[in-house]
């Protein structure tokens, strides 16, 4: 349903949810400053940039979105993408590569393609976010410590290498700016939970390096003067050769728009008791990412940790969203010029904190534990983001968990030759089962084999395996497919190679137990004119009673 969460949550409102709610938008937006401003230099852009994405698309993803408590904004996770499409292709190619993700993001909302998100595995999720997480900290090296060195290199070992041959040149006052902020983020909460620690730590560096003119860089060192006013549309100029190859980057900031803010939304359904609208939550994602980058903003999300901040606090509705991007306004505008006086390395710190909580290490050492082909797509999906690129990693690890699942699927299935039950005079397994193959009178020269499980291409080599070890080839052979709730293209052209090779040798083929979606499969189909619909049977029994039939009429014309 294409209805925004704000607009059903309006009927029931009151003044005491209001209270809840801008208590709750207050705080995030204070939570939400220090942030958007470290995404936002982490990516390779403006403090302001991360600001007006935090602005708008924050109030676009709480106004239009599908969860009642979502916050929108910068997250960590755009923090790679967005760097290396800056250093490639610019300003202008982030803008049009948003942009596109946009129109993605209302594409997938709009063809109610929000619940396949949840189809991508949790290995793949949790080797690209604990990746993000180390590529994030290893951004923040630099500024921790103040070291004097050029532009940081891009790649994982190269970058550790040139903080390695730059480590004498650490500014002892920019680690101590970072080691208190640190502190404060970690020991605040034991304080008071109400008032944000980041916060908190952001403006006690500040105030620190201000009042005592420590030699640390700051947004202003590094920046220049933001201003405090608002920013005018623009449209971004390329060519369209440059277009074309910003494809790729758009569409791994749709995926990873839909993935965090609907893993979000999940998540703040199970805090609050309620459920999202996964398709307009990506419609409203996408419309975020359409208009924010016309302010100079970046690509949005929802934000897992600003989200739950909101519910603790008190939000229940996207009012709470709407008020955070508000503060977020009136902060900007009232005390923009001040933002110049921030720390560089107090926003390093509180990144590493970011980094930190994102890694979930310990339950990365956790799935360690699960089958080894989890186990094997978390590792090669962890290790190509850090060393090689996040789309390739998630591609990769789609792949690999794709094809291992397949494995998994056609091990699952099995195809036997039920007949030899007859012959096995000690096993009683089968006495329980009404549907057993001894309780039938199976005529001479009739064999039966049963498929048990998926249909599909992955089993249809075990298929052919399996018939083609019958000695003897009989006058009928049943194929009975009680147990088959899928077929797929492979599995059917399959068949029709069994029924074509089958009439070469005198045998006749019989489909026996055939559910809904395998006929179904066989109908649509030019299968079914090779099988024949007389030989599709609902039951084995009926089955067993043509190949009778079939045998006697074989044997008088003999």
């Given at each position: 349903m294409l209805v925004p969460k704000l607009a059903t949550s309006l009927k029931s409102y009151d003044g005491k949810q209001f209270v809840g709610d801008a208590t709750a938008g207050v705080i995030v937006g204070i939570v939400a400053l220090p942030l958007a401003i470290a995404?936002?230099?982490?990516?390779?852009?403006?403090?302001?940039?991360?600001?007006?994405?935090?602005?708008?698309?924050?109030?676009?993803?709480?106004?239009?979105?599908?969860?009642?408590?979502?916050?929108?904004?910068?997250?960590?996770?755009?923090?790679?993408i967005v760097y290396g499409i800056v250093q490639k292709y610019g300003i202008d190619g982030l803008t049009v590569a948003t942009l596109m993700a946009g129109v993605i993001l209302v594409v997938l909302g709009v063809a109610k393609l929000g619940g396949a998100v949840k189809f991508i595995p949790h290995p793949v999720v949790m080797g690209f976010t604990s990746g993000i997480a180390v590529i994030i900290f290893s951004s923040q090296v630099k500024d921790f410590l103040g070291l004097q060195m050029g532009a940081v290199p891009v790649e994982f070992f190269a970058k550790w290498q040139a903080y390695a041959e730059r480590a004498t040149t650490f500014n002892l006052q920019a680690v101590g700016v970072a080691l208190v902020t640190l502190a404060i983020i970690v020991v605040w909460p034991r304080v008071e939970r109400r008032i944000p620690g980041p916060f908190v730590a952001l403006i006690a560096a500040t105030a620190v390096v201000t009042i005592f003119h420590l030699q640390v860089e700051t947004i202003g060192s590094r920046f220049g003067d933001l201003g405090a006013s608002l920013p005018h549309p623009q449209l971004p100029h390329l060519r369209f050769a440059q277009v074309i190859s910003l494809v790729g980057p758009a569409l791994t900031i749709a995926m990873l728009a839909a993935v965090e803010s609907l893993l979000s939304a999940v998540v703040s359904d199970g805090m609050i008791g309620s459920r999202h609208r996964p398709n307009m939550e990506l419609v409203a994602q996408g419309i975020a990412n359409l208009v924010s980058p016309l302010f100079g903003g970046i690509p949005a999300t929802g934000a897992i940790a600003r989200t739950a901040t909101n519910v603790k606090n008190g939000g229940r509705t996207p009012v709470a969203g709407v008020v955070h991007s508000l503060t977020l306004l009136i902060i900007t505008l009232a005390a923009g010029r001040w933002v110049a006086l921030i720390p560089i390395p107090a926003l390093a710190a509180i990144l590493v904190v970011v980094a930190y909580h994102m890694s979930e290490w310990r339950s990365f050492l956790g799935e360690m534990d699960s089958p080894k082909s989890d186990v094997a797509v978390l590792l090669v999906t962890f290790f190509l983001t850090v060393l090689v690129d996040l789309t390739v990693a998630i591609s990769v690890g789609m792949v690999l968990a794709s094809f291992l699942f397949i494995r998994r699927m056609s091990e699952v299935t099995s195809i036997s030759a039920v007949t030899r039950e007859l012959q096995?005079?000690?096993?009683?397994?089968?006495?329980?089962?009404?549907?057993?193959?001894?309780?039938?009178?199976?005529?001479?020269?009739?064999?039966?084999?049963?498929?048990?499980?998926?249909?599909?291409?992955?089993?249809?080599?075990?298929?052919?395996?399996?018939?083609?070890?019958?000695?003897?080839?009989?006058?009928?052979?049943i194929i009975r497919m009680r147990d088959v709730l899928a077929l797929d293209s492979t599995?059917?052209?399959?068949?029709?190679?069994?029924?074509?090779?089958?009439?070469?040798?005198?045998?006749?083929?019989?489909?026996?137990?055939?559910?809904?979606?395998?006929?179904?499969?066989?109908?649509?189909?030019?299968?079914?004119?090779?099988?024949?619909?007389?030989?599709?049977?609902?039951?084995?029994?009926?089955?067993?009673?043509?190949?009778?039939?079939?045998?006697?009429?074989?044997?008088?014309?003999?």
């Amino acid at each position: 349903m294409l209805v925004p969460k704000l607009a059903t949550s309006l009927k029931s409102y009151d003044g005491k949810q209001f209270v809840g709610d801008a208590t709750a938008g207050v705080i995030v937006g204070i939570v939400a400053l220090p942030l958007a401003i470290a995404f936002a230099i982490a990516s390779g852009v403006t403090p302001d940039r991360g600001l007006w994405t935090a602005i708008v698309a924050g109030f676009l993803i709480s106004a239009l979105g599908g969860s009642r408590v979502q916050i929108g904004g910068p997250t960590g996770a755009f923090v790679v993408i967005v760097y290396g499409i800056v250093q490639k292709y610019g300003i202008d190619g982030l803008t049009v590569a948003t942009l596109m993700a946009g129109v993605i993001l209302v594409v997938l909302g709009v063809a109610k393609l929000g619940g396949a998100v949840k189809f991508i595995p949790h290995p793949v999720v949790m080797g690209f976010t604990s990746g993000i997480a180390v590529i994030i900290f290893s951004s923040q090296v630099k500024d921790f410590l103040g070291l004097q060195m050029g532009a940081v290199p891009v790649e994982f070992f190269a970058k550790w290498q040139a903080y390695a041959e730059r480590a004498t040149t650490f500014n002892l006052q920019a680690v101590g700016v970072a080691l208190v902020t640190l502190a404060i983020i970690v020991v605040w909460p034991r304080v008071e939970r109400r008032i944000p620690g980041p916060f908190v730590a952001l403006i006690a560096a500040t105030a620190v390096v201000t009042i005592f003119h420590l030699q640390v860089e700051t947004i202003g060192s590094r920046f220049g003067d933001l201003g405090a006013s608002l920013p005018h549309p623009q449209l971004p100029h390329l060519r369209f050769a440059q277009v074309i190859s910003l494809v790729g980057p758009a569409l791994t900031i749709a995926m990873l728009a839909a993935v965090e803010s609907l893993l979000s939304a999940v998540v703040s359904d199970g805090m609050i008791g309620s459920r999202h609208r996964p398709n307009m939550e990506l419609v409203a994602q996408g419309i975020a990412n359409l208009v924010s980058p016309l302010f100079g903003g970046i690509p949005a999300t929802g934000a897992i940790a600003r989200t739950a901040t909101n519910v603790k606090n008190g939000g229940r509705t996207p009012v709470a969203g709407v008020v955070h991007s508000l503060t977020l306004l009136i902060i900007t505008l009232a005390a923009g010029r001040w933002v110049a006086l921030i720390p560089i390395p107090a926003l390093a710190a509180i990144l590493v904190v970011v980094a930190y909580h994102m890694s979930e290490w310990r339950s990365f050492l956790g799935e360690m534990d699960s089958p080894k082909s989890d186990v094997a797509v978390l590792l090669v999906t962890f290790f190509l983001t850090v060393l090689v690129d996040l789309t390739v990693a998630i591609s990769v690890g789609m792949v690999l968990a794709s094809f291992l699942f397949i494995r998994r699927m056609s091990e699952v299935t099995s195809i036997s030759a039920v007949t030899r039950e007859l012959q096995d005079e000690e096993d009683d397994s089968y006495d329980t089962d009404g549907e057993a193959i001894r309780r039938r009178v199976v005529p001479p020269g009739v064999e039966v084999y049963e498929i048990n499980g998926p249909f599909f291409f992955g089993a249809v080599e075990s298929f052919r395996e399996t018939l083609g070890q019958v000695a003897r080839k009989p006058v009928v052979l049943i194929i009975r497919m009680r147990d088959v709730l899928a077929l797929d293209s492979t599995g059917l052209h399959a068949l029709k190679e069994v029924v074509r090779r089958s009439r070469h040798d005198g045998t006749t083929v019989l489909l026996a137990g055939v559910h809904m979606q395998p006929l179904v499969a066989l109908t649509g189909s030019s299968a079914l004119e090779v099988i024949g619909s007389e030989n599709l049977f609902a039951t084995l029994d009926e089955a067993l009673a043509r190949a009778g039939e079939i045998v006697e009429r074989k044997a008088s014309a003999a």
